[in-house]
Structure formats: C-alpha cells, structure tokens
C-alpha cells in the first residue's frame, strides 16, 4: 500500500515538473522573434523588441476596409501603455500600474489589480509618469509600480501571485518601464536619475518565486566599498571626483531587449545625475552612462558595453527601444542592435561584441560633426559643453531626437520606422557654487546644475516639430518622411501587410505603407493617441489595439501643446480595437 501511496506521489510530482516545463517552453515559444504573431505577449511582441506583427491579413490593399470593433472608456490617469495580448485576453495599465485584463473580441472587462502605488510612493510621486507597459509569462502578467515593487499576477484570476521590492523606501528610485520576462527571468530597471542621489541598476528575478537571481548595477559605487566586478573598477577610472556622493545616475528606465541565441540581456542606461557633468566631478568618459550594456541573462555578468555619449552633460540617455535584426551589410550577414538614442544619430551595432558598424543622423544634429567609425566615439563641438558661462543653443534637445515611444522595424522592408523630434535648446552653465545648484535653479523639475532653456530665442522653422521617418539601416539613407502634427510623435507599429501604424497629437490614428509613406486610413480617435499599437489573431481573425491619452511627461510641455487644445485632466482615455469590416461608433 505504501509503495502503490509513493509511487503515485512520485508520478504526480513528475507530472507537475513535465506541465510546468511544458508550460515554461511554451511561454518562451510564444516570446520568440520565431513567433506566429497571434498573440503580442511582451513590450515589443517578442524578445527582440522589433514592435512588428508578421500578421497580413489586414494590408494595404484592405485596410480601407478597417472599421472599429470596440472601444472601451478608462477612468483618469496615464494612459500610453503598451497593452499585451495572449490567448483572446488584453491586458494593459492605467494610471499608477492599475492593470486591466478585458475579452479582446468583445471588450468586455475581466478583472483589475490596483496596487495602490499611490499610498505606497509617497515622496516618489513628485516624479511620477504611470506605467509604461507590463509583461506575460507562463500564466502570469507583470507589472512595476510608482513605488518600486516588481508583483506577478495571475492571469486569469487578477490575484497576485508574489511581490518583490526591487528599490529602498528612503531613495529615489521608482519603476515606470515595463518588464521583461524571457526563460524563466524577469528582469526591471528603474527611473530616478534626474532626482535625487541615485545610482543606476536592473535586476532579475525568478519569474515563478520573485526570487532576486542578480543585479547589475550601471554606474560604480564608493570605492572604499569595493566594487561589485571587474566592470565596475574598470568603470570607477572614467570617473572624477566623489561622483559617488551624487549618485552618477545611469538608470535602466526603459529599453531592455533580449537576444535569445547568444541568452543575452541588452541594457540600454540613462543620463548622468546631475546632468551636468562638472557638478558630478568633472572630466572622464563616466562609464556606463548613456551606454548599451551587454550582460549574461542567467548571471548578469558583463559581457561588452558601448557607449554613445562619453561624459554626458546634456540628459542624452540611451534609454530608447533596442531592437535586434540580422541584416546583409557590406555584403557580409550581421547579427546587430540597431538604436536611436536621444542625442540625434542612429546607430547599428554588431551584437556579438558591441563593435559599431555605422552611425549617421536622422535629424538636425549640431553637438557633434559625426561618430568616428574607428573609435566609435563622437567629434564634438567644442561650444557644445557650454562651458565658462556660455550659452550653446544645442540639436537635440534634451527631450531627444527620439523619446521613449517605440520605433519599429520591418524584417520584410527591413526599414526602421523611427518617431523623429526635432527641437533645440540653449544650455547654460550654472555656477557651481556652494552646492547651491542642489537648491535652486529647477528645469523641468530636475536638478540639472545648469540652465536649461526649452525655448530658445531661434527663428528656425524646424525647431518643435517631428516627423515618422522610414531609415534603412543597412545604407544609413532615410527611405521616406512623414510630418507628423506638433512636436511629439507617437509610438509605432509595423506589420506583415505592408503597414505602419502611428497615432498623433491631432487625435488620428493612421496607417501608412511601409514601403513608401503614403497615408492609407486614418480614424478620429477624439484624443491624442500616443502609446505604442499591437496586433494580434483570434478566432482567425487580426485585430489592431491602441489606447488613446497623452501621457504625463507630454502634459508637461503644454506651451507645445496648445495648437491641439488637450485638457490632459479632461481628455478622453480610451481603448480603441480594430477589425477589418468593424461597425462601432464612439460617443459623440
């Protein structure tokens, strides 16, 4: 009897290893850049980050044909998440990562989580943006939240399964960015390098326990403490000063991409904290600052790292999408990360050692002539470090020539679909005396330790407007340009039909070719529409998802908003689902 009770037990613990490896294999199948495209399971659709359905039923000779399946109305809050879908089921945030499950034919609501992360952030509400986006893996949807936590849910029920914190109360850390989960690892970064003395870092977690399986941090720490690794003392020789005291910044607030034949994570850093570098400590390239760093997915160990802007002093973070592709350059096939960062150039890069292949600008770029192919480094202006009391007028901004809404690329046109900005600034240097830059001297709410004049007194017509602009990034040639209404553009998705998707901050949602920019079908959508599309199948059928709302950080810069009239308080926040042949109408 005993042996008949143990031998039971055996063959149903065996049986659960099996469902759940089988689940686990299932789950990353479903990530893979191999992917069918019926379901949009992470931020980009699959781990390399490319924002493309390979979906064709909807194309550019139907598209036409594209009507409203459904919409659904969503209380205040942000609302420029990337929504998910698995299995026939959305899944998207609002607001402060209240996460909404709803049946993607009908629209209907499921459930909803509310982490409360307003209660909870206390201090770190004064920067806050809401989420960005959340992840699916294995049953589970994963979200961050204001106050830093990294919670797993349940998928089907809405009840969360566990949560980590992934920061410390008393700092200055908060997560907006959206989780990546690939093989069993779920790995988040955080915000918090323009406030505050933070130190940037992403960890991983075990995506079935939230067990803590490493962390790389992206700037070094005090040396009297020892370092972390090797990476980190080698970093600690670009640095001048006690940087440590400041905190350096470098934080991993939003691009991660994950290449799933060589298990490698790609971390793409922020700005230095205080911007200005002579407040951090003076010269040195400030390693990893504004940089790509590669890193072993199941250990976090440092693998290669490259970086765009050596010592920045101008918010120009590397924190924009990353996506992989292997594309026939120079008549040799490359395996590369392709990147267009805040500081105006785009960048392809072999992926397998960080080595730069080419680097040319998409927008009107004036802190440096070019990017040295030899030794990957910019030739700069000289005026462009604003130093001595001078006033640079400087392209790009420091909201960038990109911002965080996704590009997208096409392995079938093999063009990149970028969301251009094209926007000066003036920089003046702060007097750096008595720490007095620690109190006073507020742009845009950042201690910065210098001037920072969004308005520049420029006659330049391009200054403040923004374009979706089709690259090819095998020739560094702009295919096409579409000028795109204000000077924000939104997110944008690509599709196997022969399609762009893009919304804007003139309320329509619209659909190009991909091959030659032409407008094909646009739908009033009555509010700015700035978070990133998906696509997904059901039933056989494709459907196309967006939500509608500017998000926190375009409200902020409402002198540029003022020719569209958007109430962010009062704006309609909708989710808004396409299907070809789809008869719904919005409210009035």
């Known amino acids: 009897m005993k042996l008949r009770v143990l031998a039971a037990l055996l063959c149903a613990a065996l049986l659960g290893a099996c469902?759940?490896?089988?689940?686990?294999?299932?789950?990353?199948?479903?990530?893979?850049?191999?992917?069918?495209?019926?379901?949009?399971?992470?931020?980009?659709?699959?781990?390399?980050?490319?924002?493309?359905?390979?979906?064709?039923?909807?194309?550019?000779?139907?598209?036409?044909?594209?009507?409203l399946a459904w919409s659904l109305d969503l209380g205040p809050g942000n609302s420029v998440t990337a929504p998910i879908a698995v299995d026939g089921v959305l899944y998207f945030a609002t607001g402060y990562s209240v996460v909404h499950a709803v049946d993607a034919k009908s629209g209907k609501l499921l459930w909803t989580y509310d982490p409360k992360a307003p209660e909870a952030a206390k201090h770190k509400l004064r920067q806050g943006w809401g989420s960005r986006g959340i992840a699916w893996w294995n049953g589970k949807i994963y979200t961050g939240t204001?106050?830093?936590?990294?919670?797993?849910?349940?998928?089907?029920?809405?009840?969360?399964?566990?949560?980590?914190?992934?920061?410390?109360?008393?700092?200055?850390?908060?997560?907006?960015?959206?989780?990546?989960?690939?093989?069993?690892?779920?790995?988040?970064?955080?915000?918090?390098?323009?406030?505050?003395?933070?130190?940037?870092?992403?960890?991983?977690?075990?995506?079935?326990?939230?067990?803590?399986?490493w962390r790389f941090y992206t700037v070094p720490g005090n040396p009297a403490d020892g370092f972390e690794n090797a990476a980190m003392e080698a970093a600690a020789k670009t640095w001048s000063g006690e940087w440590w005291k400041l905190g350096g910044g470098g934080?991993?607030?939003?691009?991660?991409?994950?290449?799933?034949?060589?298990?490698?994570?790609?971390?793409g850093t922020g700005n230095g904290s205080p911007w200005n570098q002579k407040a951090r400590g003076g010269p040195g390239d400030n390693l990893y600052l504004c940089s790509i760093i590669a890193v072993d997915?199941?250990?976090?160990?440092?693998?290669?790292?490259?970086?765009?802007?050596?010592?920045?002093?101008?918010?120009?973070?590397?924190?924009?999408?990353?996506?992989?592709?292997?594309?026939?350059?120079?008549?040799?096939?490359?395996?590369?990360?392709?990147?267009?960062?805040?500081?105006?150039?785009?960048?392809?890069?072999?992926?397998?050692?960080?080595?730069?292949?080419s680097a040319e600008p998409y927008v009107k770029v004036n802190w440096a002539s070019k990017i040295d192919l030899a030794t990957g480094r910019p030739v700069e202006n000289p005026k462009a470090r604003y130093q001595n009391g001078e006033t640079f007028v400087m392209w790009p901004a420091p909201i960038g020539a990109h911002s965080w809404q996704p590009m997208a690329f096409s392995p079938k046109t093999e063009l990149v679909y970028i969301p251009a900005i094209q926007k000066a600034a003036s920089w003046t240097d702060y007097e750096l005396k008595n720490d007095q830059w620690e109190h006073g001297v507020p742009n845009m709410g950042v201690r910065a330790a210098a001037m920072v004049d969004m308005f520049p007194k420029t006659k330049d017509p391009g200054d403040g407007v923004s374009f979706l602009v089709a690259w090819d990034p095998k020739t560094q040639k702009e295919k096409w340009r579409y000028k795109t209404p204000g000077f924000l553009p939104a997110s944008v998705m690509a599709t196997g039909g022969g399609l762009v998707f893009q919304g804007g901050l003139d309320g329509q949602f619209n659909a190009f070719s991909a091959d030659a920019g032409t407008k094909l079908w646009s739908f009033p959508a009555q509010a700015a529409v700035m978070a990133p599309p998906?696509?997904?199948?059901?039933?056989?059928?494709?459907?196309?998802?967006?939500?509608?709302?500017?998000?926190?950080?375009?409200?902020?810069?409402?002198?540029?908003?003022?020719?569209?009239?958007?109430?962010?308080?009062?704006?309609?926040?909708?989710?808004?689902?396409?299907?070809?042949?789809?008869?719904?109408?919005?409210?009035?």
């Open 251 to 267: 934080t991993v607030w939003n691009a991660i991409t994950y290449d799933e034949e060589s298990d490698t994570i790609y971390l």
């Open 534 to 588: 998906i696509s997904y199948s059901i039933d056989g059928k494709q459907y196309v998802t967006v939500l509608t709302g500017l998000g926190t950080s375009g409200g902020l810069l409402g002198r540029l908003l003022e020719p569209f009239k958007i109430d962010y308080r009062t704006q309609k926040r909708r989710v808004l689902t396409f299907v070809l042949d789809g008869k719904a109408t919005l409210p009035p």
């Open 297 to 357: 997915a199941k250990t976090g160990a440092y693998k290669w790292h490259y970086q765009f802007n050596p010592g920045d002093t101008w918010d120009y973070n590397a924190a924009m999408d990353m996506q992989l592709a292997e594309l026939k350059i120079g008549g040799q096939a490359r395996k590369v990360v392709m990147t267009a960062p805040k500081n105006g150039f785009f960048y392809v890069i072999d992926r397998t050692n960080g080595k730069l292949i």
């Open 146 to 213: 204001q106050d830093g936590r990294l919670i797993a849910i349940d998928a089907k029920t809405g009840k969360p399964v566990w949560s980590t914190m992934t920061v410390e109360e008393s700092d200055s850390r908060y997560i907006t960015g959206a989780p990546r989960v690939f093989r069993g690892v779920a790995i988040i970064g955080h915000g918090g390098g323009d406030v505050g003395k933070t130190r940037g870092y992403a960890t991983a977690y075990d995506a079935e326990t939230g067990k803590q399986l």
């Open 19 to 67: 469902q759940k490896s089988d689940g686990a294999a299932n789950a990353d199948a479903r990530i893979s850049d191999k992917s069918d495209g019926v379901d949009w399971p992470a931020y980009g659709r699959s781990a390399g980050e490319q924002h493309f359905s390979p979906l064709k039923q909807i194309n550019s000779e139907n598209v036409g044909k594209l009507g």
